[in-house]
């Protein structure tokens, strides 16, 4: 899945073989409303807009995927197992730290080393799921696409002709992915928790959720400063850890799962021109 300025594109490799393409232009709920386009408030709606997108993009080719023999997964279908996936991550990356952290209570001396502890702990619980699942015979596959994807877009921002053979050359780790947005929203949540203090269990609960869209916001803006300034070696240095985690969500791709990302990447291309930055960055973005 890639996203442009103001289309996405979808494309799933059919059950015949073939590829399937859908391309939709995108409606960026900032359009006519300023106060969508301050800082952090931005990086806010951009999740809630990626996530949203994400879901329909994720019923829409589960449903190209099978065929048509198969039954349509319905809203209700996939809204279950988001819910189902939403109650299991809170659990496992919010609850669980918790809960670990706060029964050693007595051997943290200070509410900071408790907020420190109960980061790095959480972070470690997010390497592992991600080192479990990568194990998976089907996720894997989604890995393999989503280096596939970092490889289209290297070669985009090469020049090179759009085909297998260049693009299998480059690597599946781009500084522009999700990953590296997600270690750096566990990472501030250290910094913006430490505030909180250690109040009863339920209450650090609520203030691990209530604290994400400001966490998420602040990440938001450290990515886009880091986009803008790729070749400071202090950015190099926080992009590091996330180039470092790639290594578990890509994998490297076959030729057939290249050719599905070079859909995508065209589908994009099809509906709007791609257009490069004064550092030969591509226009457009990853949806994994």
């Known amino acids: 899945m890639m996203r442009g300025k103001r289309h996405w594109s979808l494309a799933v490799r059919r059950p015949d073989e073939g590829i399937g393409v859908h ?3 995108l409606k960026p709920l900032a359009d006519g409303h300023a106060y969508l386009r301050l800082p952090v408030v931005r990086g806010v709606v951009g999740l809630w807009e990626s996530l949203s997108l994400g879901m329909r993009a994720l019923a829409m080719s589960a449903n190209e995927s099978m065929g048509e023999e198969e039954e349509d997964i319905s809203r209700k279908e996939l809204g279950v197992s988001i819910a189902i ?9 919010v609850v669980l730290p918790l809960f670990v ?3 050693a209570h007595s051997l943290l001396p200070n509410s900071s080393l408790f907020v420190l502890v109960e980061g790095l702990l959480r972070i470690l619980i997010l390497i592992a799921y991600i080192w479990v699942v990568s194990r998976i015979k089907q996720l894997r596959r989604v890995f393999e696409y989503h280096g596939a994807e970092h490889k289209t877009i290297h070669a985009l921002e090469a020049g090179l002709e759009l085909v297998p053979e260049n693009v299998k050359k480059f690597s599946p780790l781009h500084p522009r992915c999700g990953t590296n947005f997600l ?4 990472v501030l949540a250290i910094a913006v928790f430490s505030f909180v203090g250690v109040p009863g269990l339920l209450w650090l609960i609520l203030s691990r959720l209530l604290g994400i869209p400001l966490i998420v916001g602040l990440s938001y ?11 400071s070696r202090a950015m190099h ?5 996330g180039l470092l985690l790639q290594k578990l969500t890509t994998r490297e791709p076959d030729l057939a799962q290249i050719e599905v990302a070079i859909a995508a990447l065209e589908g994009v291309a ?8 004064h550092g030969g960055r591509a226009d457009v973005e990853v949806m994994a």
């Not at 996936?85 to 990356?93: M, P």
């Not at 450290?222 to 790729?230: N, S």
């Not at 240095?237 to 850890?241: D, G, K, S």
């Open 85 to 93: 996936g939403v109650i299991l991550a809170i659990g496992l990356f």
């Open 183 to 186: 270690l750096i929203v566990m």
């Open 101 to 103: 952290v706060r029964s």
């Open 23 to 25: 391309s939709e232009p």
């Open 270 to 277: 099809a509906a709007e021109p791609i257009e490069m930055d």
């Open 221 to 231: 803006e450290v990515i886009k400063y880091a986009g803008r300034h790729k070749d």
């Open 237 to 241: 240095l926080v992009m590091i850890p």
